[in-house]
């Protein structure tokens, strides 16, 4: 198994950009979370998804955040319009037998200039 | 509310020195409770996890960790650091409601003396 895989690594965009970051859970995995990684507020829960469908987006910052999961095997978080602030490394990852099988991806370091 | 506190912002040892870094946390149930290792660049990787059982868990590289309810502590341990080793430790519990999320603690940086 690839794991889950998280595109790009890298993402270096200008301020008011829209940035797309990706993400593929395992195969057969039915959740799936976006976590945020920043020096001031460590790593953070911003949106979870079960079985395709958001259930908890309570953690995503504000409205120029938004995140899709379009099928069972495809994630997409979106930032417009991007600001420096915003500058993070994100992290997905995905679950099937809940805590238990908990895995993460490389994660997508994003700066914003 | 969980909560997940790690005192320690960095810890230095010498290599072949013994380790433990701590961590406490705040959970109405019993917690299932995580560390993971993150080296510079890179992503989290679970070293080990306990949710229930025996309060000594084993897990990869040679750590162990022991859960004790009485202090909500669930500190990690190694007795003979490498210099592999240097990187940032993270403590998590997890929610045992279906919501499965990690929630974590602002990490310990290891640094290693040789």
């Known amino acids: 198994d690839a794991g889950v895989i998280q595109s790009p690594r890298h993402e270096v965009t200008e301020m008011g950009q829209e940035v797309t970051l990706r993400c593929k859970p395992i195969s057969g995995h039915d959740y799936l979370f976006w976590y945020r990684q920043t020096m001031m507020r460590g790593l953070e829960l911003l949106i979870y998804f079960n079985n395709n469908v958001p259930i908890d987006d309570s953690g995503m910052p504000e409205d120029r955040f938004s995140a899709k999961m379009p099928n069972a095997s495809f994630s997409t978080l979106k930032i417009q319009p991007s600001e420096p602030r915003d500058s993070a490394v994100y992290f997905c990852?995905?679950?099937?037998?809940?805590?238990?099988?908990?895995?993460f991806g490389s994660g997508t370091r994003l700066t914003v200039v | 509310a969980q909560s997940v506190t790690q005192p320690d912002i960095h810890i230095t040892v010498s290599e072949g020195a013994s380790l433990e870094l701590r961590c406490n946390y705040s959970?109405?149930?019993?917690?299932?409770l995580f560390w993971y290792v993150q080296s510079p660049g890179q992503g989290l990787q679970l070293l080990l996890k306990?949710?229930?059982?025996?309060?000594l868990v084993q897990g990869i590289k040679g750590f162990e960790a022991e859960f004790k309810r009485s202090q909500s502590s669930f500190n990690l341990r190694k007795p003979s650091v490498h210099w592999s080793d240097a990187a940032e430790y993270f403590c998590a519990v997890g929610a045992a409601d279906s919501s499965y999320k990690l929630i974590f603690g602002s990490g310990t940086r290891l640094l290693v003396r040789p």
């Open positions: 959970y109405g149930a019993t917690p299932y």
């Open positions: 990852a995905s679950s099937l037998t809940g805590l238990r099988g908990y895995t």
């Open positions: 306990y949710f229930s059982g025996d309060t």
